[in-house]
């Protein structure tokens, strides 16, 4: 499934709109899934990480009382740590600090998703790009644009995340369990 998944994204001339097109339509799948540990398989072993990127910008997106149109950024990302609310489908028998979890578990894997799509290596940087186009890309050299909702300060994100923080200490109290702390470390 996952190399059919990643062969449908790039076979079209815009690996962007396919990623949107089947994400669309295998989104309300995920929301149904019943078990973190069966949605997290998909979305781990994810091969299209535009795929998985727009999959997760979805979930966040249902998960916030009021959705925003930015387009994905990092900006977008900090917009999720701040208006995003666990998924009332997720809240199985499952603790509430394991549902907490599981959202910064996806926060993680988005901002990772993102970095490989936009930011990071140097083979992945035009993932956007058709598979032919890619090649020239790389061939020149040609570093991605960053957008300006890229360039955001260590300001922005310790604010955001001071403001996560306490949205959750008002829901689990104090001390959080060290997989909380271990995730939040790392998204930070």
């Known amino acids: 499934?996952?190399?059919?998944l990643s062969m449908a994204v790039e076979v079209d001339r815009s690996p962007t709109c396919s990623s949107r097109k089947i994400a669309d339509d295998i989104f309300l799948f995920i929301l149904h899934i019943p078990q973190r540990s069966q949605?997290?398989?998909?979305?781990?072993?994810?091969?299209?990480?535009?795929?998985?990127?727009?999959?997760l910008e979805l979930l966040f997106q249902h998960s916030c009382d009021v959705p925003t149109a930015s387009s994905m950024s990092l900006d977008k990302i900090l917009y999720f740590?701040?208006?995003?609310?666990?998924?009332?489908?997720?809240?199985?028998?499952?603790?509430?600090?394991?549902?907490?979890?599981?959202?910064?578990?996806?926060?993680?894997?988005?901002?990772?998703?993102?970095?490989?799509?936009?930011?990071?290596?140097?083979?992945?940087?035009?993932?956007?790009?058709?598979v032919s186009d890619r090649m020239d890309l790389i061939a020149q050299k040609a570093k991605p644009r960053l957008?300006?909702?890229?360039?955001?300060?260590?300001?922005?994100?310790?604010?955001?995340?001071?403001?996560?923080?306490?949205?959750m200490q008002k829901t689990l109290g104090q001390p959080f369990p060290p997989q909380i702390q271990e995730k939040l470390f790392m998204l930070q």
Not at 1 to 4: K, T
Not at 111 to 128: D, I, N, T
């Open 1 to 4: 499934l996952q190399r059919m």
């Open 39 to 55: 949605r997290e398989a998909l979305l781990n072993t994810m091969e299209s990480q535009l795929l998985r990127c727009r999959l």
């Open 81 to 130: 740590l701040s208006h995003s609310s666990v998924l009332p489908q997720f809240q199985d028998a499952t603790a509430t600090w394991q549902r907490w979890d599981e959202m910064l578990q996806y926060l993680s894997l988005l901002l990772l998703s993102y970095q490989s799509v936009k930011l990071a290596f140097p083979l992945a940087e035009h993932l956007r790009a058709s």
């Open 147 to 167: 957008q300006d909702s890229d360039d955001i300060s260590q300001l922005d994100i310790q604010l955001k995340m001071n403001n996560f923080i306490n949205r």
